[in-house]
């Protein structure tokens, strides 16, 4: 079977990078027999070099009884041990210590050959750090390429890149795919602050904006409050979003392509570990499609459940992540946390494939003004006020969108029967830290203790979030 296997993929060989056959409807639909076998070769082959080049993934897999020199089916690949944001901050702490670098000690490359690191937002603890090497990158601008052509960006455009480019993962490295692509690149980067960056719209007249939603909706909101300039008026064909819940919301959608004076807007993401992009929405604007099929595996995980399932029409779980090709620190069956429904069926831009959208964080995460918000991370917050407060924190919905306006209602449950002064204080107390930490403004009400009742969900665990009526 082995054999079988291997000698169909030598002669489906891997894509080139130049190659529109990624295209190709085998190519796409994760059920196709030859996408699995070209699957199926490329995992093996990551999976080997980071057993035979890292000790980290030797232990770990050795400790979970898998050896990918006997890797014979995508079946067991369900038996290898998973990676998670946790693990990776760990052996990212250890490296840093042990090795002077932040990559982790699941670094599978000569460190000498990384030339770019990237980080995360830090949002819910310390930054995870990424690492590309001269091929990482070559990687994810032909996955760039593809994106910006589903979206119909041309080389020659004038695009401002108003997205965070300050070691953010999805900022320098954007601009580099954007050039490689052969854009006219306006790299002001969002860190100038709403009305620089509307300045520069004014100045250069740009075709394409690429940032989050949320500033985007800054943009319009600071224009038309505070400067008095209307955006609608500035040609933008197309606004490119990215980064946080919003670009599929078509409230949201609405919102932007009204004040971008009819813009198109288009949705893009990547997977945690990837070289991405490899999700982008397409002229149908129906879900995002999965375009590198050849360059990231994804499992569909049922938490609760505890296993794979299948990738079938309306199926909801959490995708996995694992990269076939990237050199620097490779992340094997990585769970990323976002909870996703998927899209079988057909597209009428005639791709195949899966399509998704995003229901949110597998712990629920909120977007209030920009700022992803973990309910946990404010439930722990809270806790660090032992002695003052039960633990009973609830969080209020206005709706079932992830998107909150501020100020954030936080119920929290006192010890005791506090005076009026204790409650004021421990009131302000509670929304400045917020406010440092969580980079959110919230409204904290105190109930007495015993006023606020706990609420389970199906599976036990406490409520954290409730829906106002």
Not at 264 to 290: K, V
Not at 434 to 462: C, D, H, S
């Amino acid at each position: 079977m082995i054999e079988e296997i291997v000698t169909v993929n030598l002669l489906v060989g891997n894509m080139n990078m130049n190659d529109s056959s990624w295209k190709n409807t085998e190519r796409l639909d994760l059920n196709s027999l030859e996408l699995k076998k070209m699957q199926f070769k490329m995992l093996k082959k990551q999976l080997t070099r980071v057993y035979d080049e890292s000790p980290y993934y030797k232990e770990k897999f050795d400790l979970a009884g898998v050896n990918p020199h006997e890797f014979s089916s995508l079946e067991q690949y369900k038996d290898y041990p998973m990676f998670d944001k946790y693990e990776e901050r760990e052996s990212q702490a250890l490296s840093l210590k042990e090795q002077g670098h932040p990559l982790g000690m699941h670094l599978t490359c000569n460190i000498r050959d990384v030339n770019r690191m990237s980080a995360s937002s830090g949002t819910t603890g310390t930054p995870s750090f990424q690492g590309h090497t001269a091929n990482d990158r070559k990687i994810i601008e032909r996955n760039f390429t593809r994106m910006a052509k589903m979206t119909g960006l041309r080389a020659g455009d004038k695009v401002l890149m108003a997205g965070v480019m300050s070691m953010w993962v999805a900022g320098l490295p954007t601009v580099d795919a954007l050039l490689s692509y052969g854009a006219n690149v306006i790299p002001i980067g969002g860190l100038v602050g709403s009305a620089k960056v509307i300045e520069m719209i004014q100045l250069t007249r740009p075709e394409v904006i690429i940032c989050t939603p949320s500033f985007a909706r800054q943009l319009l909101k600071k224009s038309k409050t505070e400067l008095n300039i209307d955006l609608s008026q500035f040609c933008v064909r197309k606004l490119v979003v990215y980064g946080e819940p919003g670009g599929s919301v078509p409230e949201i959608v609405k919102e932007l392509s009204e004040g971008f004076g009819g813009a198109e807007i288009f949705d893009m993401s990547g997977g945690t570990g990837c070289l991405n992009p490899i999700f982008a929405q397409c002229s149908e604007h129906d879900g995002m499609h999965f375009i590198a099929p050849d360059s990231a595996y994804i499992e569909l995980y049922d938490r609760n459940a505890g296993k794979v399932i299948p990738f079938e029409d309306g199926a909801v779980g959490e995708f996995v992540y694992t990269d076939f090709d990237r050199e620097c620190g490779p992340l094997i069956r990585f769970m990323d946390g976002d909870k996703m429904r998927v899209n079988m069926k057909p597209c009428k831009c005639g791709l195949a494939g899966m399509r998704f959208e995003i229901l949110g964080r597998v712990d629920d995460m909120l977007l209030i003004k920009g700022v992803n918000v973990f309910p946990s991370a404010v439930r722990d917050l809270v806790m660090s006020f032992q002695g003052e407060v039960t633990g009973n924190v609830r969080i209020v919905k206005g709706s079932d969108s992830p998107v909150i306006e501020p100020p954030m209602i936080v119920k929290v449950e006192c010890v005791g029967e506090p005076d009026s002064k204790a409650l004021a204080e421990l009131k302000q107390r509670l929304e400045t830290i917020i406010q440092r930490q969580l980079r959110f403004k919230a409204n904290i009400v105190l109930f007495y203790e015993g006023e606020l009742p706990m609420e389970y969900g199906a599976t036990g665990k406490i409520k954290l979030l409730e829906t106002s009526s």
